[in-house]
């Protein structure tokens, strides 16, 4: 095939890419959680069928169908609906405008959806159809669950209250709500009074609307509506809980349920738990009102992301965690309990289809007939809202008043009709004073011929309310506070002939997504008067023109639209996160006290402040109690206890508070200094380092200090650190971030230090600093320790934590069978990893790169030695626990693995290799699926002759799987001791027929640990215009490395860390890279394996003058506040990128060692490359041979045979200009590998 240049950039892609308008894939189900059910429960005692059955909820209806006309779920025949329409056309009141409807609140002849089982019917319920339309179009692509309550259920025929309901009749029900929808009903008794008209209805929907105080009590009944509100909040969490399956997805909605995530994270930690608020959320200032403010907080920030309609209400709740719970916050997400909660704003939408399906109804043709005909003439303003303070229908007749006063060319013109539906409360008041508006406009404006406000306060059926919006000359819409509002996007759905145009409040939640509509301040009658006469005489084209931007924006995002952004952005989310580290749980203290005991020698290390003390906002007050001393005596009295208090406090801080405990170690300021617990002086760890740094690091804290009030500073010998506890909560967070980034760019970038962001303070210190290389140090002393214990609360902590991790997985070598010797395997009870995204992209100075993995499970181990081993093993039922299964080479093929993944019950694969064949053998279970991978994108994509890459094309552990598999050589030295032990393992458990505990198990961990960050990298400097430039390139991804974290795939790792072990060797180097004659271009390309995208778009973007349009692409940029976002980058210095300055390119493929050669590939035979080949080889040889036993660097075409570039991201630059010096270095010479 023929391949142009520019034919492939990251936008043409992106359907490769995940999350970029594909539905993405759930292992489980979407369960849908809702206050009340979709339905009305009617019960009766006569099981005879409806004579007249209703339509459908899934449809409108519009659709026939051939089903016998009792009732059922897919609709009513053609001659049901047309004796219903006929009926209404005989009836003058189902016919007739609303005008001339009685002010009642019966409601008309809807036609809803009625299902019958036995004694019940379940009906279609009325309101909220954006959530229950959006949550149903799940269902096309996903199995959904839908829990909820059953609201009142009343008697058929009345409005009595059934009382009780026997246990038959409940499964009667339950079976007719799942094999209507997949629902599942929770039955409440009497709390649920209290729970939706007390504490939901009378507290929280108030508040955050902001109205405080209104329904003051004396507070005996808020505790009692409180403890209802927690009591259903639990029952729903119990009936998710127990009908959660591994792999579903919870979506929890609404304010009447912020409790429930963190009840069922209490319990299912694991769990993806997605909570959509679909109210306002209110400020800060107005949510400390509510006394149980921290409770539904944390209620919330069980959820692994939290959604709101707008940024607003998204930038609302994260304020409130930052002011009342003291959470560390950025712009998309809150810091809780050491994970990151996710916040976003998810518009809901409409379901447009079925808005213009309603539209077309045969009765709503003669309705709007009707209205133009009794408003002949007349220009009529629609508005049609719940009667509420918060709707702003007082606040709309003012301004209509005003309208008609300013504008007297409109009387008798224009004519209001207002529709204000009744909703739950006491309204006298406000009805009252809407009564004596229209009373005043109407006894002042009309006459016994016209009356300029038609206001009836009651509901109206489908028909009529479509007719209204018809035929409206202009929407007004004044809600003073709103979630959404729907009836925006309802109006203009059925203004699509008219174009009639919409004045919003610029305080309904739709208004950030309706910048075509006309949006006013409700308090602001004059201006809403001035858009009515500017909306009353606009033009044709005016009109056009904002109508088919509304209406574009409201048949786009949808109710689906909007159901399935959330649930993408929830798998999105949690994929990210390490969710096995979503809370920590509480320490096992029956297991520590166990192990305790049986420890001959045991270490201990205590942080200070936060774990022995807590948290003061005055540093000098934490001073420990009489008690701790106590404790921390007896640990010390125990000859075989080694107890270390590791600390950032300085040194006289610590031998004035903890100097008189005998027999303590003690470590200060993050371990630059130490005091032996025999010793009585202190030795300095940081004599020879240079601290000069110090005194422009203090010039800078003290300019914020100046305009902080609350912050102050703390001068220790080895660090200096920015105190701002005291401070305003969200603006010390504002002013800590500033003062990063100014450290950053003056100090960081140019000196060994590194800035540690602690709980509300910012310390600089040197970075060879750290509480971890403290440990170390004193770990190495005691080699013989049998238990080691390690208590922290802060950031400063990781180190020892990450410190003592790496030094558990060395001592196990992955595999933990039984209890190890090194006790560390309480880390994961102790130790919430705060960096819980499994990959982190980006390299600069203020971030890192790597990767860190969990711990995928144990499983009990089980051999299997043949084909029929196997089949026995997955065909026998009873073995329902969790196994790591241990089996010959030969079986680890692609439907074996398959098959043992489909079971559920096999956590791992451990291959047993036998020879040198197997393990080559292993190597090509690891190839990609293609013969020449992305061969058709590259720069030969033309040559008939083409040299094929990858000969074997298995593919196998290309795929994504679910389980980890290793490789184990019995015949190899060091896995011997392992393979012993697994095979005596598996012999203790045949004994015990793997049904009598306990069992032995392995614990597998993932090949890609990176617990430890790696160290900042100092920032680049500026790129001059002139000068040339070096690319050092690698790829981030190999098909799944970095996009589904397939276990153990290495190709790119070894490129990666070449290209930072480069960087980092330069910085160290003694000549500056700034007196280079070229620059040095670090770079790692990512979607490389999807047609070389990431370095494709690079090579674009700089191959064309740069022009920043800062729009938002499909794929958002990574870097916040970036100063451009199209192209994607974080410096603006990115313009000095040319592609003409291009020099020359070195990549670093997948580069194994084992063969004791690495090759150099270039693009054919030339001088030019050949020198850069040449240069490679005569410096890395040298260099490598003086040192180590290294690798050798050999020319790939030095057997004379032109193989070309294999595939890389090298290819991009030389199809944009072939003349580009260029090698790729690699494991392989002409057969890829790992």
Same mark, same amino acid.
């Given at each position: 095939?023929?391949?142009?240049?520019?034919?492939?950039?990251?936008?043409?892609?992106?359907?490769?890419?995940?999350?970029?308008?594909?539905?993405?894939?759930?292992?489980?189900?979407?369960?849908?959680?809702?206050?009340?059910?979709?339905?009305?429960?009617?019960?009766?005692?006569?099981?005879?069928?409806?004579?007249?059955?209703?339509?459908?909820?899934?449809?409108?209806?519009?659709?026939?169908?051939?089903?016998?006309?009792?009732?059922? /779920?897919?609709?009513?025949?053609?001659?049901?609906?047309?004796?219903?329409?006929?009926?209404?056309?005989?009836?003058?009141?189902?016919?007739?405008?609303?005008?001339?409807?009685?002010?009642?609140?019966?409601?008309?002849?809807?036609?809803?959806?009625?299902?019958?089982?036995?004694?019940?019917?379940?009906?279609?319920?009325?309101?909220?159809?954006?959530?229950?339309?959006?949550?149903?179009? +799940?269902?096309?692509?996903?199995?959904?669950?839908?829990?909820?309550?059953?609201?009142?259920?009343?008697?058929?025929?009345?409005?009595?209250?059934?009382?009780?309901?026997?246990?038959?009749?409940?499964?009667?029900?339950?079976? /007719?709500?799942?094999?209507?929808?997949?629902?599942?009903?929770?039955?409440?008794?009497?709390?649920?009074?209290?729970?939706?008209?007390?504490?939901?209805? %009378?507290?929280?929907?108030?508040?955050?609307?902001?109205?405080?105080?209104?329904?003051?009590?004396?507070?005996?009944?808020?505790?009692?509506?409180?403890?209802?509100?927690?009591?259903?909040?639990?029952?729903?969490?119990?009936?998710?809980?127990?009908?959660?399956?591994?792999?579903?997805?919870?979506?929890?909605?609404?304010?009447?349920?912020?409790?429930?995530?963190?009840?069922?994270?209490?319990?299912?930690?694991?769990?993806?738990?997605?909570?959509?608020?679909?109210?306002?959320?209110?400020?800060?200032?107005?949510?400390?009102?509510?006394?149980?403010?921290?409770?539904?907080?944390?209620?919330?920030?069980?959820?692994?992301?939290?959604?709101?309609?707008?940024?607003?209400?998204?930038?609302?709740?994260?304020?409130?965690?930052?002011?009342?719970?003291?959470?560390?916050?950025?712009?998309?997400?809150?810091?809780? @309990?050491?994970?990151?909660?996710?916040?976003?704003?998810?518009?809901?939408?409409?379901?447009?289809?079925?808005?213009?399906?309603?539209?077309?109804?045969?009765?709503?043709?003669?309705?709007?007939?009707?209205? $133009?005909?009794?408003?002949?003439?007349?220009?009529?303003?629609?508005?049609?809202?719940? +009667?509420?303070?918060?709707?702003?229908?007082?606040?709309?007749?003012?301004?209509?008043?005003?309208?008609?006063?300013?504008?007297?060319?409109?009387?008798?013109?224009?004519?209001?009709?207002?529709?204000?539906?009744?909703?739950?409360?006491?309204?006298?008041?406000?009805?009252?004073?809407?009564? %004596?508006?229209?009373?005043?406009?109407?006894?002042?404006?009309?006459?016994?011929?016209?009356?300029?406000?038609?206001?009836?306060?009651?509901?109206?059926?489908?028909?009529?309310?479509?007719?209204?919006?018809?035929?409206?000359?202009?929407?007004?819409?004044?809600?003073? $506070?709103?979630?959404?509002?729907?009836?925006?996007?309802?109006?203009?759905?059925?203004?699509?002939?008219?174009?009639?145009?919409?004045?919003?409040?610029?305080?309904?939640?739709?208004?950030?997504?309706?910048?075509?509509?006309?949006?006013?301040?409700?308090?602001?009658?004059?201006?809403?008067?001035?858009?009515?006469?500017?909306?009353?005489?606009?033009?044709?084209?005016?009109?056009?023109?904002?109508?088919?931007?509304?209406?574009?924006?409201?048949?786009?995002?949808?109710?689906?639209?909007?159901?399935?952004?959330?649930?993408?952005?929830?798998?999105?989310?949690?994929?990210?996160?390490? /969710?096995?580290?979503?809370? #920590?749980?509480?320490?096992?203290?029956?297991?520590?006290? @166990?192990?305790?005991?049986?420890?001959?020698?045991?270490?201990?290390?205590?942080?200070?402040?936060?774990?022995?003390?807590?948290?003061?906002?005055?540093?000098?007050?934490?001073?420990?109690?009489?008690?701790?001393?106590?404790?921390?005596?007896?640990?010390?009295?125990?000859?075989?206890?080694?107890?270390?208090?590791?600390?950032?406090?300085?040194?006289?801080?610590?031998?004035?508070?903890?100097?008189?405990?005998?027999?303590?170690?003690?470590?200060?300021?993050?371990?630059?200094?130490?005091?032996?617990?025999?010793?009585?002086?202190?030795?300095?760890?940081?004599?020879?380092?240079?601290? #000069?740094?110090?005194?422009?690091?203090?010039?800078?804290?003290?300019?914020?200090?100046?305009?902080?009030?609350?912050?102050?500073?703390?001068?220790?010998?080895?660090?200096?650190?920015?105190?701002?506890?005291?401070?305003?909560?969200?603006?010390?967070?504002?002013?800590?971030?500033?003062?990063?980034?100014?450290?950053?760019?003056?100090?960081?970038?140019?000196?060994?230090?590194?800035?540690?962001?602690?709980?509300?303070?910012?310390?600089?210190?040197?970075?060879?600093?750290?509480?971890?290389?403290?440990?170390?140090?004193?770990?190495?002393?005691?080699?013989?320790?049998?238990?080691?214990?390690?208590?922290?609360?802060?950031?400063?902590?990781?180190?020892?934590?990450?410190?003592?991790?790496?030094?558990?997985?060395?001592?196990?070598?992955?595999? $933990?069978?039984?209890?190890?010797?090194?006790?560390?395997?309480?880390?994961?009870?102790?130790?919430?990893?705060?960096?819980?995204?499994?990959?982190?992209?980006?390299?600069?100075?203020?971030?890192?790169?790597? &990767?860190?993995?969990?711990?995928?499970?144990?499983?009990?181990?089980?051999?299997?030695?043949?084909?029929?081993?196997?089949?026995?093993?997955?065909? =026998?039922?009873?073995?329902?626990?969790?196994?790591?299964?241990? /089996?010959?080479?030969?079986?680890?093929?692609?439907?074996?693995?398959?098959?043992? %993944?489909?079971?559920?019950?096999?956590?791992?694969?451990?291959?047993?290799?036998?020879?040198?064949?197997?393990?080559?053998?292993?190597?090509?279970?690891?190839?990609?699926?293609?013969? &020449?991978?992305?061969?058709?994108?590259?720069?030969?994509?033309?040559?008939?002759?083409?040299?094929?890459?990858?000969?074997?094309? #298995?593919?196998?552990? %290309?795929?994504?799987?679910?389980?980890?598999?290793?490789?184990?050589?019995?015949?190899?030295?060091?896995?011997?001791?392992?393979?012993?032990?697994?095979?005596?393992?598996?012999?203790?458990?045949?004994? $015990?027929?793997?049904? =009598?505990?306990?069992? =032995?198990?392995?614990?597998?961990?993932?090949?890609?640990?990176?617990?430890?960050?790696?160290?900042?990298? +100092?920032?680049?400097?500026?790129?001059?215009?002139?000068?040339?430039?070096?690319?050092?390139?690698?790829?981030?991804?190999?098909?799944?490395?970095?996009?589904?974290?397939?276990?153990?795939?290495?190709?790119?790792?070894?490129?990666?860390?070449?290209?930072?072990?480069?960087?980092?060797?330069?910085?160290?180097?003694?000549?500056?890279?700034?007196?280079?004659?070229?620059?040095?271009?670090?770079?790692?390309?990512?979607?490389?394996?999807?047609?070389?995208?990431?370095?494709?778009?690079?090579?674009?973007?700089?191959?064309?003058?740069?022009?920043?349009?800062?729009?938002?692409?499909?794929?958002?940029?990574?870097?916040?506040?970036?100063? &451009?976002?199209?192209? &994607?980058?974080?410096?603006?210095?990115?313009?000095?990128?040319?592609?003409?300055?291009?020099?020359?390119?070195?990549?670093?493929?997948?580069?194994?060692?084992?063969?004791?050669?690495?090759?150099?590939?270039?693009?054919?035979?030339?001088?030019?490359?050949?020198?850069?080949?040449?240069?490679?080889?005569?410096?890395? @040889?040298?260099?490598?041979?003086?040192?180590?036993?290294?690798?050798?660097?050999?020319?790939?075409?030095?057997?004379?045979? =032109?193989?070309?570039?294999?595939?890389?991201?090298?290819?991009?630059?030389?199809?944009?200009?072939?003349?580009?010096?260029?090698?790729?270095?690699?494991?392989?010479?002409?057969?890829?590998?790992?």
């Amino acid at each position: 095939m023929t391949h142009t240049t520019d034919s492939l950039t990251a936008e043409k892609v992106a359907h490769y890419l995940p999350f970029a308008g594909h539905i993405p894939n759930i292992p489980g189900r979407v369960i849908n959680v809702t206050h009340q059910i979709p339905y009305n429960i009617l019960k009766s005692h006569d099981s005879r069928p409806e004579t007249v059955p209703m339509l459908q909820s899934h449809n409108p209806p519009t659709q026939q169908t051939s089903q016998h006309e009792s009732a059922s /779920l897919a609709g009513l025949s053609t001659s049901t609906i047309s004796s219903l329409v006929n009926k209404q056309k005989q009836d003058p009141v189902a016919a007739a405008p609303v005008s001339k409807l009685a002010r009642h609140h019966q409601r008309g002849h809807t036609l809803r959806v009625k299902f019958h089982a036995a004694d019940w019917t379940v009906v279609q319920r009325r309101g909220h159809a954006a959530l229950y339309s959006g949550v149903q179009s +799940l269902s096309k692509n996903y199995e959904t669950v839908h829990i909820g309550w059953t609201g009142p259920i009343h008697v058929k025929g009345t409005k009595q209250d059934v009382r009780h309901i026997y246990q038959e009749d409940k499964s009667k029900l339950e079976k /007719l709500l799942w094999d209507t929808d997949h629902i599942i009903p929770i039955f409440l008794d009497r709390k649920s009074h209290g729970h939706y008209e007390g504490y939901c209805k %009378e507290v929280l929907w108030p508040l955050f609307h902001y109205i405080v105080g209104e329904n003051a009590t004396d507070g005996r009944s808020e505790k009692q509506f409180w403890a209802d509100y927690v009591a259903v909040n639990q029952e729903f969490a119990n009936t998710i809980i127990a009908n959660y399956q591994k792999g579903d997805i919870i979506c929890i909605h609404d304010y009447h349920l912020l409790l429930v995530p963190e009840m069922i994270r209490a319990k299912l930690p694991n769990a993806v738990i997605g909570l959509f608020f679909h109210a306002t959320m209110p400020s800060s200032e107005i949510l400390r009102c509510l006394t149980t403010r921290n409770d539904i907080l944390r209620g919330m920030l069980g959820s692994t992301l939290v959604g709101f309609q707008t940024y607003s209400y998204a930038r609302h709740f994260i304020s409130s965690c930052t002011r009342v719970l003291g959470c560390e916050s950025t712009q998309v997400g809150v810091n809780y @309990n050491g994970h990151m909660v996710a916040v976003g704003a998810f518009p809901i939408g409409i379901d447009s289809d079925r808005v213009h399906a309603y539209c077309k109804q045969p009765g709503v043709g003669p309705k709007m007939a009707a209205i $133009r005909e009794m408003y002949a003439g007349k220009k009529i303003v629609i508005g049609r809202d719940k +009667l509420d303070s918060t709707k702003g229908v007082l606040q709309k007749l003012h301004a209509f008043e005003q309208f008609l006063h300013r504008y007297p060319e409109w009387k008798n013109k224009v004519v209001l009709i207002q529709v204000a539906t009744p909703t739950y409360g006491d309204h006298g008041k406000l009805e009252t004073k809407i009564s %004596e508006a229209v009373s005043h406009i109407n006894s002042t404006f009309g006459s016994l011929e016209f009356t300029p406000v038609h206001y009836y306060h009651q509901d109206v059926d489908r028909e009529e309310y479509y007719a209204l919006l018809a035929v409206a000359d202009v929407g007004l819409i004044t809600c003073i $506070r709103d979630g959404m509002n729907t009836t925006s996007f309802e109006f203009i759905i059925c203004q699509h002939k008219n174009h009639s145009p919409l004045i919003l409040s610029e305080f309904a939640g739709t208004a950030g997504s309706l910048s075509a509509a006309m949006l006013v301040n409700p308090w602001d009658y004059s201006g809403v008067a001035k858009a009515l006469n500017e909306a009353l005489k606009m033009s044709p084209e005016d009109k056009r023109t904002r109508h088919e931007q509304l209406y574009q924006h409201v048949t786009r995002h949808t109710a689906s639209f909007w159901a399935h952004s959330f649930i993408s952005h929830l798998i999105s989310i949690s994929e990210q996160q390490t /969710l096995q580290s979503h809370a #920590t749980p509480a320490l096992d203290m029956t297991s520590l006290v @166990n192990k305790y005991r049986r420890a001959n020698k045991r270490l201990m290390f205590f942080d200070y402040d936060g774990t022995l003390t807590p948290i003061v906002s005055t540093p000098g007050e934490a001073k420990p109690s009489p008690d701790m001393l106590k404790y921390l005596q007896t640990l010390c009295d125990d000859p075989q206890n080694h107890v270390w208090v590791v600390s950032g406090r300085d040194q006289n801080t610590l031998d004035e508070w903890l100097g008189g405990v005998q027999g303590l170690g003690l470590s200060a300021e993050h371990g630059c200094y130490m005091k032996a617990p025999s010793s009585q002086e202190w030795s300095s760890i940081v004599d020879d380092v240079d601290m #000069t740094w110090k005194q422009d690091v203090a010039e800078i804290f003290a300019y914020y200090t100046e305009r902080t009030q609350g912050s102050f500073i703390e001068n220790k010998k080895s660090s200096i650190t920015w105190h701002y506890r005291t401070a305003d909560a969200t603006f010390g967070e504002f002013q800590a971030k500033e003062c990063q980034n100014h450290l950053e760019n003056a100090i960081v970038s140019k000196l060994p230090v590194e800035i540690l962001v602690g709980k509300k303070n910012l310390e600089v210190r040197p970075m060879s600093i750290n509480k971890g290389e403290i440990v170390k140090r004193i770990l190495s002393q005691h080699s013989d320790v049998e238990l080691v214990i390690c208590a922290g609360d802060d950031k400063t902590d990781e180190d020892m934590f990450k410190m003592l991790r790496a030094a558990h997985h060395a001592s196990s070598q992955l595999w $933990r069978i039984g209890m190890s010797d090194l006790e560390t395997s309480l880390y994961p009870h102790i130790y919430t990893d705060l960096v819980n995204w499994p990959c982190v992209r980006l390299l600069n100075a203020t971030h890192t790169i790597g &990767c860190q993995s969990p711990s995928t499970g144990s499983g009990v181990l089980y051999q299997v030695n043949t084909q029929d081993d196997l089949n026995t093993f997955v065909n =026998q039922v009873s073995l329902n626990d969790a196994f790591a299964i241990l /089996l010959p080479f030969d079986l680890l093929t692609p439907n074996n693995i398959q098959t043992m %993944e489909t079971t559920g019950r096999v956590t791992g694969i451990i291959a047993l290799l036998n020879s040198t064949s197997s393990q080559a053998s292993m190597s090509a279970l690891a190839s990609p699926d293609s013969h &020449c991978p992305n061969c058709q994108f590259g720069l030969y994509a033309s040559d008939a002759n083409m040299h094929i890459w990858n000969p074997k094309g #298995t593919g196998l552990l %290309e795929e994504s799987l679910s389980i980890p598999i290793y490789g184990l050589n019995p015949t190899d030295s060091m896995s011997r001791a392992v393979y012993n032990i697994l095979m005596s393992a598996v012999n203790f458990n045949k004994q $015990r027929n793997y049904d =009598q505990y306990p069992l =032995q198990a392995a614990d597998f961990g993932l090949l890609m640990w990176a617990a430890r960050d790696s160290e900042t990298c +100092l920032r680049r400097g500026w790129l001059d215009d002139d000068k040339p430039i070096i690319v050092l390139a690698a790829g981030l991804d190999s098909r799944s490395l970095f996009h589904d974290l397939t276990k153990g795939v290495d190709t790119s790792i070894s490129g990666m860390v070449t290209v930072l072990a480069v960087a980092d060797a330069l910085s160290r180097s003694p000549v500056s890279p700034a007196s280079f004659d070229k620059h040095i271009l670090y770079t790692l390309f990512t979607a490389e394996s999807w047609g070389f995208a990431g370095s494709q778009r690079f090579v674009q973007d700089i191959s064309q003058p740069f022009v920043c349009t800062n729009n938002t692409r499909s794929s958002p940029c990574l870097y916040n506040n970036a100063p &451009c976002t199209q192209p &994607c980058v974080q410096d603006l210095n990115f313009k000095n990128i040319n592609m003409n300055n291009i020099d020359t390119i070195i990549e670093f493929g997948s580069i194994d060692s084992g063969n004791g050669t690495v090759w150099a590939h270039v693009d054919g035979s030339g001088s030019i490359n050949d020198d850069l080949v040449h240069a490679l080889q005569s410096n890395a @040889n040298t260099n490598f041979n003086s040192n180590h036993s290294s690798p050798q660097i050999q020319a790939a075409n030095f057997d004379n045979i =032109q193989r070309g570039l294999p595939p890389s991201s090298a290819m991009s630059f030389l199809k944009q200009k072939r003349s580009t010096r260029a090698v790729v270095l690699t494991g392989y010479q002409s057969e890829m590998n790992r």
